[in-house]
């Protein structure tokens, strides 16, 4: 389904890509009195152009002068280069994990390399349609740690730090005039949750702050907007997968195998149930049975369960 610029409130827009698919990703504007911040950039240049010139024909005149990042996963910020003059703005925790992200050139040799290895079949499926040329990784020149309030024209923001829970520090948007919420990937619509922090608990614990704010709407990182509801359901979920896990740690039963066993109970409606494995490898490092696994060896996880041996 084609991306659309979704307007919330007078002042605030939602880039809502409506996919459960790897690399299509929500993003966020607001937008007062000629100033703009944008949530978030897009996987590819062109992705972020094709928002980028929605945005500009929705609030003409107006200028994009803050960026706030939610996270340094490719695929909310391997845009950022398109806003040369924009502050970039993202919590000290994401902006310290940058360097340990894969780079757009090693995932373009990993999703083109042809090997029959689980990770490589994984990566040619999921990214293989993807282009990553011309991107340069660009840094964040501003972070912060806590609570951040922002101002742009006439309405107010907090940007939230999150902690470590989707991956080693997010940050959400909260605009408390609107009743929104752009939570970036510590909430997915319609599909697994990923954990690539190593605690699963610690994901929990970002919906509560999410929650804690009151808000009605939340924009998810991936897939369509969501409500309370949706947001205690997904909570829900998180809690019921990880006293699972956490029961087959207990048992000693190995990580490969409690993972296949969650998936078989908990993939229901969600796409990508082989993310279950990142999910059940944050319970088992929350357990204390396991070290928190580095990139890599998650997405090996999940491509042996997206693909069993025959
Ligand atoms: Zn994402």
């Known amino acids: 389904?084609?991306?659309?610029?979704?307007?919330?409130?007078a002042t605030t827009w939602a880039w809502v890509q409506d996919s459960t698919d790897w690399g299509f990703s929500n993003a966020g504007v607001m937008s007062s009195r000629g100033v703009s911040l944008l949530f978030d950039?897009?996987?590819t240049l062109d992705a972020t152009r094709t928002m980028l010139r929605e945005i500009a024909a929705a609030t003409p005149d107006s200028v994009i002068e803050t960026l706030v990042i939610s996270h340094q996963n490719g695929d909310h910020t391997w845009?950022?280069?398109?806003?040369?003059?924009?502050e970039i703005i993202t919590s000290a925790a994401s902006a310290e994990h940058l360097c340990h992200e894969i780079s757009p050139e090693q995932l373009t040799q990993l999703s083109h390399s042809h090997g029959t290895d689980s990770?490589?079949?994984y990566a040619a499926e999921h990214f293989g349609r993807f282009d990553f040329s011309g991107i340069t990784v660009t840094q964040p020149t501003r972070t912060f740690a806590g609570r951040l309030k922002?101002?742009?024209?006439?309405?107010?923001?907090?940007?939230?730090?999150?902690?470590?829970?989707?991956?080693?520090?997010?940050?959400?948007?909260?605009?408390?005039?609107?009743?929104?919420?752009?939570s970036g990937d510590v909430l997915f619509d319609g599909g697994h949750m990923i954990v690539w922090?190593?605690?699963?608990?610690?994901?929990?614990?970002?919906?509560?702050?999410l929650l804690a704010t009151g808000a009605e709407t939340f924009v998810p990182g991936h897939g369509a907007l969501m409500e309370r509801a949706d947001v205690v359901a997904f909570r829900s979920y998180l809690t019921e997968v990880g006293a699972t896990a956490t029961a087959y740690a207990k048992e000693g039963i190995p990580l490969p195998d409690a993972a296949a066993r969650i998936q078989a109970e908990f993939s229901g409606n969600r796409a990508?149930?082989?993310r279950l494995f990142t999910a059940t490898a944050g319970a088992y490092a929350d357990a204390g049975r396991a070290e928190p696994l580095p990139t890599l060896e998650l997405v090996k996880g999940m491509a042996d369960l997206a693909y069993p041996a025959p």
């Not at 845009?79 to 924009?86: E, F, R, S, V």
């Open 41 to 43: 950039t897009q996987f």
């Open 150 to 182: 922002l101002t742009v024209g006439g309405v107010s923001a907090e940007a939230i730090d999150l902690g470590p829970g989707h991956s080693a520090g997010d940050v959400a948007l909260w605009i408390p005039d609107d009743g929104i919420v752009f």
């Open 79 to 86: 845009g950022n280069q398109l806003l040369p003059d924009a």
């Open 1 to 9: 389904m084609a991306p659309v610029l979704r307007p919330l409130s």
């Open 119 to 121: 990770i490589s079949r």
């Open 197 to 209: 922090s190593g605690s699963l608990t610690a994901c929990v614990e970002s919906l509560d702050t």
């Open 272 to 274: 990508h149930p082989e």
